[in-house]
C-alpha cells in the first residue's frame, strides 16, 4: 500500500536545463525530449529529470524536430539538410540538402520530407525510401498526411496536390495562393492558408468551406489539436481559434481571438484528454495557457496562467496534460506543470 501511494503521488517534472546554443524546435513522446537547436545540434533529454542522453549534430543547423506516432523515431530537418534518429539504438539516415527541409508523420510511422521541390517518403524503423511523390522544381512549401495516411498532401506553387504511391489522387485550387497546410485527424479534410487572409478548408468528397480572420493579416503557420476539432493559426505574432463541430452546419465556426503574442511555431495544444487547452510561447518571454473556448471575434481572451521565462521563448510542447516542456533564446530547456 506504501508503494501505491508513492507512485499516486509523485511530483510532476521540474527541472531546468541549460544547452550549448538557442533552442529551435522541441517536441515530446512518452518519458523523451528532443530539442532542436539553431547552430545544429540536436539533444536528447529525459522528460522527468532533464538529464541528458545522447545527442547528435546535424550540418547547418536544425529548426524543426518531432518524434514517430510509435516514439521509436525523431525527425530533425534544417536549412541544410535532415536526419531520421532512431532513438532506442542511436541509428541515423541523415541527407544534406541545397534547401531547408520540412517534415510530415503519418500514424503508420511513415515520415514524408519536403526539400526543394522534392517529397520522399521513408520507412522510418528502417530508414528506407518507400516512394517520392514530388520531384520537381517548383519548391514545396509544405506537406501534411491525407486520407489516413494513405497520400500526402503538398502546397506548391500555390495550389494543393494530393499523392499516394500510385501517383497523384487529388488537387485543389484556392482563391488565393497557399503556403501552410495542416490535416484533420481523420484524414477527410485539409486546412489551409497563405497568401490572403482566412483559413481553406477542403474535403474528400469535395466539400468546403472558408473561415474568416478578424484582421487581415496572413496566416504563418496552422496547429490542429489531436482530435481534429479545435483549429489555431497564427498571423502577425497573435493567435485566432475555432471549433470546427460546426463545420459544414448552419452555423460557421466563429474566430476567437487569443490576446497572445507569439513567435512563429510556439504554440502546442494540450492533450486531447483535456481539450480545449493551448498553450503559447511569446517574445516578450511569456508563457501561457489558455481556454479556447473563451473570447469572441470582438473581445479577445487571456490567459488561465500566465508565467516569463526570463528571456524570448523559442519552443514549446506538452509531456501529457499536465506539464509544459519550453525554451528559450539564452538555452534554457524547462519543465514546468502550470498552476
Known amino acids: 500500500m506504501a508503494a501505491m501511494a508513492t507512485r499516486a503521488t509523485r511530483p510532476a517534472p521540474d527541472w531546468e536545463r541549460q544547452v550549448d546554443d538557442v533552442p529551435a524546435a522541441l517536441a515530446v513522446s512518452g518519458g523523451l525530449c528532443v530539442v532542436a537547436c539553431a547552430r545544429g545540434g540536436v539533444h536528447l533529454l529525459d522528460v522527468v529529470t532533464g538529464q541528458a542522453i545522447a545527442k547528435l549534430w546535424l550540418p547547418g543547423g536544425a529548426h524543426r524536430v518531432g518524434f514517430s506516432p ?27 540538402t541545397d534547401d531547408p527541409a520540412r517534415f510530415a508523420w503519418a500514424d503508420g510511422n511513415l515520415c514524408a520530407v519536403a526539400y526543394g521541390g522534392s517529397v520522399v517518403v521513408y520507412d522510418a524503423a528502417s530508414g528506407v525510401e518507400r516512394w517520392r511523390p514530388v520531384d520537381g522544381a517548383v519548391p514545396v512549401d509544405d506537406l501534411t498526411w491525407f486520407d489516413r495516411g494513405r497520400s500526402v498532401a503538398a502546397a506548391v506553387g500555390g495550389d494543393v496536390y ?31 492558408a497563405g497568401d490572403g487572409p482566412g483559413v481553406f478548408i477542403r474535403g474528400v468528397g469535395g466539400t468546403s468551406e472558408d473561415l474568416p480572420t478578424p484582421t487581415p493579416a496572413l496566416i504563418d503557420g496552422l496547429a490542429l489539436d489531436e482530435s481534429g476539432q479545435w483549429l489555431a493559426a497564427q498571423s502577425d505574432g497573435g493567435l485566432t481559434v475555432w471549433d470546427l463541430a460546426a463545420r459544414g452546419g448552419r452555423m460557421r465556426p466563429k474566430p476567437r481571438r487569443l490576446d497572445a503574442s507569439i513567435g512563429l511555431g510556439v504554440a502546442a495544444w494540450r492533450p486531447t484528454a483535456r481539450g480545449a487547452v493551448i498553450a503559447t510561447g511569446g517574445g516578450d ?27 524570448p521563448v523559442t519552443a514549446l510542447a506538452w509531456a501529457g496534460s499536465e506539464v509544459l516542456v519550453y525554451a528559450d533564446a539564452a538555452g534554457r530547456v524547462t519543465a514546468r506543470a502550470p498552476e
Do not use: E, I, N, Q
Open 162 to 192: 494530393a499523392y499516394s504511391a500510385r501517383g497523384r489522387v487529388a488537387a485543389w485550387s484556392y482563391p488565393a495562393p497557399v503556403r501552410v497546410l495542416a490535416g484533420g485527424t481523420d484524414g477527410a479534410w485539409l486546412c489551409a
Open 285 to 311: 518571454g511569456a508563457v501561457a495557457v489558455w481556454d479556447a473556448r473563451a473570447g469572441s471575434v470582438r473581445r479577445a481572451a487571456s490567459p488561465s496562467v500566465r508565467w516569463y521565462a526570463g528571456a
Open 70 to 96: 510509435d516514439g521509436a523515431v525523431a525527425a530533425v530537418a534544417g536549412p541544410c539538410g535532415y536526419a531520421l534518429w532512431r532513438v532506442a539504438d542511436g541509428a541515423v539516415l541523415m541527407r544534406a
